[in-house]
């Protein structure tokens, strides 16, 4: 099976504040739109704030950074958000009388999948938008999924 072809990468490393969410956040809008993709770049900017704002508020150690990256390969952007906190693993809440928790609902029907996967130190939060379906994509909410 060929390997694909990585076209684009950034991964950058934000203090567990709240201002880093919201660079974590307008980086990720100008890196997709100067990649091509201006069409999703609000919807992957949303996704990579609420995974961000996650790891903040559920997966920061003191002294521990959080760490974004983005990679688009021809068919496929993949949003990662990683933290030191392996053993605090997000859950979609599902409840609508549930004042919060509903990022993960929002990144659901964002994304195209989005799932967790442990690291040695760590969790890393990810997200997937397949570009041909982003071009296509009818507005509203979609299906949720993990």
């Known amino acids: 099976m060929p390997v694909p072809q990585l076209t684009y990468e950034d991964k950058l490393d934000y203090t567990p504040t709240a201002r880093s969410v919201s660079l974590a956040r307008r980086r990720a809008a100008r890196l997709v739109a100067e990649w091509g993709q201006e069409g999703i770049a609000g919807d992957v900017a949303l996704i990579v704030s609420e995974l961000a704002s996650n790891a903040l508020l559920h997966g920061t150690l003191r002294g521990r950074l959080f760490r974004v990256r983005l990679v688009m390969g021809e068919a496929l952007l993949r949003i990662e958000v990683s933290d030191p906190r392996g053993e605090r693993v997000p859950r979609e809440r599902r409840g609508v009388y549930s ?4 990022g993960l609902v929002l990144v ?18 990810w997200a997937e938008v397949e570009l041909q ?5 009818p507005c509203g909410p979609r299906r949720s999924g993990g």
Not at 133 to 137: D, E, N, S
């Open 99 to 102: 004042t919060s928790g509903h």
């Open 133 to 137: 379906a982003a071009i296509t994509r």
């Open 108 to 125: 659901g029907g964002l994304a195209d999948r989005w799932g967790i996967e442990p690291r040695t130190v760590g969790k890393t939060v």
